[in-house]
């Protein structure tokens, strides 16, 4: 009976994309498909895409969904080993640690579907799709984000976040024999309705995770590197930059290479390392799986 009931589903490739804290969305699109009986046979993912797409792969995103949920802005921080490098603040070693802890240590190759990550080999300008050996280490090499985490080799090959080249990596996908394919893009039209600017003000230590790095860094420099919050507006600059870029490389992927379905994440529903609002990014995906595919949505 079992055998019939998988018959009778949906079979698709999902395509995850990048987008930081926006990317657990990712875990409540994944949790509607599977209840509406769809089956994921195929999943190619860029930066928080295929870290979800891998947890998904491994049997483990329940696992991960309980401990994403738990996450505060504190414990954040102690996830992040600083690395006090010219290219990356952390090393991101301890998130890869405690996810192997919670998730153990795979094989692409034993996996139950096919499975991609996408990183980026800037020195080339290509594209680099691991789809064979550590799934942990192919993870590491897609979420090794610009300015946040340091670069990582594979094969000789300096890799980072995979969205710097293709933040909605469809073309993995093509040779899937399934039914469907969906895409998630996390770099969406802007949401209206909460607006997402910031008033400059100092910055209380303890207060963020960007004021536990500032307290970090200062003690360790004699000058006042970080001396006021227009410092950490340079970051938050940057950060939307490139959201705004990957934002426009998706639009004109989605363009050149259209999915059946693709499900859209506005890129200011929350911060890049906003980890701490799980609950709410994992009901937007949920909610927005749900309409997209128009299957009980009112």
């Keep these: 009976m079992k055998k019939q009931s998988n018959q009778n589903k949906k079979k698709v490739s999902l395509v995850l994309g990048s987008g930081g804290a926006r990317g657990l969305s990712h875990i409540g699109i994944i949790k509607w498909l599977v209840e509406n009986d769809y089956e994921i046979t195929s999943i190619s993912g860029s930066s928080i895409g295929a870290l979800v797409g891998g947890v998904y792969a491994a049997g483990k995103l329940n696992e991960f969904e309980r401990w994403v949920r738990e996450i505060d802005k504190i414990e954040i921080f102690s996830l992040l080993d600083i690395a006090w490098k010219s290219n990356g603040l952390v090393h991101g070693d301890k998130i890869i640690n405690t996810l192997r802890k919670l998730l153990g240590n795979q094989q692409i190759e034993d996996l139950p579907l096919n499975y991609t990550a996408v990183a980026s080999d800037i020195e080339n300008e290509k594209e680099v799709w691991i789809s064979s050996g550590c799934l942990f280490e192919a993870i590491r090499a897609s979420i090794s984000l610009p300015l946040i985490f340091t670069p990582t080799y594979r094969h000789g090959v300096l890799l980072i976040d995979g969205g710097v080249l293709n933040p909605v990596p469809i073309a993995p996908t093509f040779r899937d024999m399934t039914d469907l394919t969906i895409a998630v893009n996390l770099g969406g039209p802007m949401r209206q309705d909460k607006p997402k600017k910031k008033v400059l003000k100092p910055i209380i230590p303890n207060s963020s995770i960007h004021g536990k790095i500032k307290m970090f860094i200062n003690s360790f420099s004699k000058d006042d590197i970080i001396s006021t919050s227009q410092d950490w507006g340079v970051y938050d600059i940057a950060n939307q930059a490139f959201d705004a870029m990957q934002s426009t490389i998706a639009r004109q ?3 050149a290479y259209p ?16 980890f701490h609002r799980a609950d709410e990014m994992i009901e937007l995906g949920y909610q927005r799986a749900k309409k997209a595919l128009r299957i009980g949505f009112k």
């Design 253 to 255: 992927k989605l363009v």
């Design 259 to 274: 999915a059946d379905v693709v499900i859209e994440i506005a890129r200011n529903a929350c911060g890049t390392l906003e």
